[in-house]
């Protein structure tokens, strides 16, 4: 039995997946139900968890974010490979995700973005010519 005296789940010893997941649990204070919550879906989504099923790569930063440790030291725990990095991905350069947003539109809806942006980009730019010291 895991004493409380582990202030979070990255100071427990070694441990089997599903050992490790129950006692991160209890070291947290949460119920089966709490940890769900906090990670984002229904108990019974933890449930192959709770018996060994290693988490998706799309669910492990819930996860890890529910129970207070980095994606690399859950898939530590999990058995898995670290990460290259423990940092989420860079945010995709602007230009290309507009691009990327834009090109499943039709036209009309295209226009209007455009007409949209044109204006606060006017906006953006009267701002910036009438408090230059503040733009630089």
């Known amino acids: 039995m895991i004493k409380q005296a582990y202030a979070s789940p990255a100071e427990l010893p070694d441990m089997p997946w599903p ?3 129950d006692t991160s649990r209890r070291v947290l204070g949460m119920s089966w139900a709490e940890l769900a919550t906090q990670f984002g879906h229904t108990p019974q989504a933890l449930y192959a968890y709770r018996h060994g099923r290693r988490p998706r790569s799309e669910n492990q930063a819930d996860l890890a974010r529910a129970l207070h440790v980095s994606v690399n030291e859950l898939r530590r725990r999990a058995g ?57």
């Open 19 to 21: 050992q490790w997941l």
């Open 80 to 136: 898995l490979h670290p990460l290259p990095q423990d940092e989420p991905a860079p945010a995709p350069t602007p230009g290309v995700r507009f691009d990327q947003l834009i090109a499943e539109l039709p036209e009309d809806a295209v226009a209007a973005v455009l007409r949209i942006a044109g204006v606060a980009a006017a906006q953006i730019r009267s701002l910036m010519i009438a408090h230059p010291s503040e733009s630089s």
